[in-house]
Structure formats: C-alpha cells, structure tokens
C-alpha cells in the first residue's frame, strides 16, 4: 500500500478514532525496533543440534514425574 493510499484511508475514519490509530502506528513502530534489534543480535535464533534432529531426549524423560510430584505435594494446596 502506497503512503498516499494509506493516508486517504486514514481520512476515512472519524476524527474521534485518531487516537486509537496513533497508538496502533506507536505500537507499530515498537515492534519494528524490536524486531530490528533482535535482527542484529550474534546469538542464533535456534539451537543448530536441536532444529536438526542431532540431540535427542530419552524417552522415558518423565519417568521420574510422580517421584517429583509426591516430593511436592506437602506444598500444594489441598484440592479436597
């Protein structure tokens, strides 16, 4: 969309919704910047190993999980 577009679709919107555009356009421009300064990080964006299938987890990863919760379970509120 061309700016002279978007500026005559913004002239379309009643004058007492301009408020709730300039805070979207702020919102907008936040989220560029964000996004910019993510970009321009060195850390990589995933783990190479883990997004290529190289590291696998066991698969009795929760065998342990009852164990754990009964350690727990002192702490938690009572549900009955």
Known sequence: MSLATLQK???TFPEEYFDEIDNFL???EFKVKALSAIE???APKIIPGLAK???KYP???NAFDNEVAEDFKEYM???T
Do not use: R
């Open 77 to 79: 509120p009572s549900t």
């Open 53 to 55: 299938g190289k590291w």
């Open 40 to 42: 321009k990080q060195d």
């Open 59 to 61: 698969k009795d990863i």
């Open 26 to 28: 702020n919102l907008l």
């Open 9 to 11: 679709k913004i002239s």
